[in-house]
């Protein structure tokens, strides 16, 4: 039988005891280290305090945190005490937050690292206990040290059954309420052995595995490719950020072998690049073979990203044309596919089995294929145990032959890579009675380095429309009449070209430029900063009818 996660880090314990696991920043350029042994002596001693409190088999423990060190002493503290862990997005909203905790009923919060805890106290309920992790915000809970510091650590090596839920992970909510997906310590476990086998396949040598964990730990991506991985290998030693305004200063003292992102930060690494070097400069030293590598090294250095031999983008998809541009500054890019419900173990790409514009091809010991429509199926070792108090979704979630249907619309090409075509619940139909498949033609804008982010839209009409977020640099300086025309040239030139390349039915009436920032704050983001369609829709809408009467090709929103 395979082992499961707790097994791995009782074994990581007793012979990774003085190897070194964590690194914590803790401000002002100081950072803690954690030994396998600490962190261990630190999970045992709350774990033990945990069962004092008498909770039940499986009882849910949420946390409300940012990533940090003890965000992974936590989750191994609640496995060892018997309970199952429930992670929020340290972003979330109020509202958001006490649906979570009012859906899964935990007996206790973690409280974390946060930016944000004036405004999201408000969603805790006030009868329900509290921990203060260790850079916490200022609050009257009880302290992890404290507690550590007084309890004498859990003895033996407690055991979970295959069957037993590890974690609820909530769904970020794009397209709705977000839902309670129930992975199993069998999922979990095997989907991360299977991470760490493909690991060990593109990482030869004698090479120090390092990672920077900085997505949301409570999305899956992250969960499962950064902390759990770390579980199983044991050789992994995963750094955390401090700040936001130090995020590159803590990428520079990690120096990652492996580094995984999602679109919109690749996008605004690129942005920060191009912003140093005009792009036709860049462009013409990396097709000049002399200088291409030497070029190509410096940029990745300047990112912190010279040491990186694997990379992965994940969580939305990238465009080809970025996916290109890191290759030919030598990062070794690829793109991935994965879900919640499979813990983000699906698809990727790597050496031949990597095309731009395509997600890879189905990894060891997943089976998939394309329903009639077009939809893809999928069955993983990481396949969830269903969804939350929702039984009723289940049943609509499976096929009668066990595959998980994704919703999303895929195509597979001649040497069986999947490139992913949109969702099937994002087509929408023209006034035509045209359907449009949004995320290819998003694709096609988002590449350009003004746009930020893109979003294609337009039910009900005889056309459809993009709206579009420009690059955070380049939003200042619109008030310079002179800039804003050049952007709105450049804009016009760019509806041209994606227009080019789209059927007839596809191409756009024009590109709005939106006024405000799409933010997690507002609420037109993910916490995994893809798009809130419906609300980004809502706050159009209004303006539709006169933006359609108009003649330009550019509207300033």
């Known amino acids: 039988m395979a082992k499961l996660m707790l097994e791995y880090a009782f074994e990581h314990e007793r012979l990774r005891r003085d190897e070194p696991f964590l690194t914590q920043p803790v401000g002002n350029g100081e950072v803690v280290n954690w030994t396998w042994g600490e962190t261990m002596d630190q999970a045992r001693r709350m774990a033990a305090h945990l069962r004092t409190l008498g909770l039940e088999p499986g009882a849910r423990v949420a946390m409300l945190a940012k990533n940090s060190a ?96 590890a974690m609820l992970l909530y769904t970020s909510g794009s397209t709705g309420q977000p839902k309670g997906v129930m992975q199993t310590f069998g999922s979990v476990s095997a989907a991360s052995e299977c991470i760490v086998e493909e690991m060990r396949h593109r990482f030869t040598g004698d090479i120090e595995l390092r990672v920077l964990s900085y997505l949301p730990l409570a999305h899956c991506f992250e969960r499962a490719w950064v902390e759990c991985q770390a579980f199983v290998r044991g050789d ?48 013409a030293l990396l097709d000049n073979p002399a200088t291409a590598a030497a070029v190509g090294a410096k940029v990745l250095a300047s990112l912190g990203l010279d040491q990186v031999k694997n990379a992965g983008s994940g969580s939305a998809p990238l465009p080809a044309e970025l996916l290109v541009w890191y290759r030919r500054l030598g990062l070794n890019l690829f793109e991935g596919y994965g879900m919640t419900e499979d813990f983000a173990y699906s698809h990727g790409g790597d050496g031949e089995a990597s095309l731009p514009g395509h997600v890879g091809k189905p990894y060891p010991g997943v089976q998939a294929r394309l329903a009639d429509d077009g939809e893809i199926l999928v069955k993983s070792p990481g396949c969830m145990a269903g969804y939350y108090k929702q039984p009723e979704l289940n049943a609509e979630a499976f096929t009668d032959d066990g595959f998980f249907r994704t919703g999303d619309l895929g195509v597979v090409n001649e040497a069986g890579l999947l490139r992913i075509t949109g969702r099937k619940k994002e087509l929408f139909k023209t006034a035509k009675g045209k359907y449009i498949a949004p995320v290819p033609i998003e694709n096609l804008l988002n590449a350009h380095p003004m746009v930020e982010l893109a979003l294609v839209s337009g039910v009900g009409q005889a056309t459809p429309y993009a709206a579009l977020l420009l690059d955070e640099a380049l939003r200042p300086r619109l008030t310079d009449a002179a800039v804003r025309d050049q952007v709105q040239a450049a804009l016009t030139e ?40 419906s609300r980004i829709e809502a706050s159009m809408a209004p303006h539709l009818p006169q933006w359609y009467e108009q003649p330009q090709a550019v509207i300033w929103a």
């Open 236 to 283: 992994m030693q995963v750094y955390f950020t401090d700040t936001a305004a130090t995020f590159m200063k803590d990428l520079q003292r990690a120096r990652p072998t492996l580094f995984i992102s999602v679109p919109r930060l690749w996008t605004k690494f690129q942005q920060g690049v191009l912003a140093s070097m005009p792009a036709a400069q860049l462009d």
């Open 494 to 533: 760019l509806l041209n070209q994606v227009n080019a390349r789209l059927g007839s039915h596809e191409q756009l009436q024009f590109l709005a430029v939106a006024r405000e920032p799409w933010s997690i704050e507002n609420g037109c983001l993910t916490p995994t900063m893809k798009i809130k369609r």
């Open 70 to 165: 003890h965000f992974f002493m936590a989750e191994l503290a609640i496995w060892m005490a018997g309970g199952t862990t429930v992670a929020i997005f340290p972003t979330e909203s109020s509202h958001n937050i006490h649906y979570v905790l009012e859906h899964c009923e935990p007996r206790l919060l973690f409280v974390g690292k946060l930016d944000d805890w004036p405004k999201q106290a408000g969603g805790v309920p006030t009868a329900l206990p509290c921990i203060a992790l260790p850079l916490a915000p200022d609050t009257d809970f009880e302290q992890w040290d404290d507690i550590v510091a007084r309890t004498p650590p859990l003895a033996g090596e407690p055991m979970r059954a295959a069957d037993e839920l």
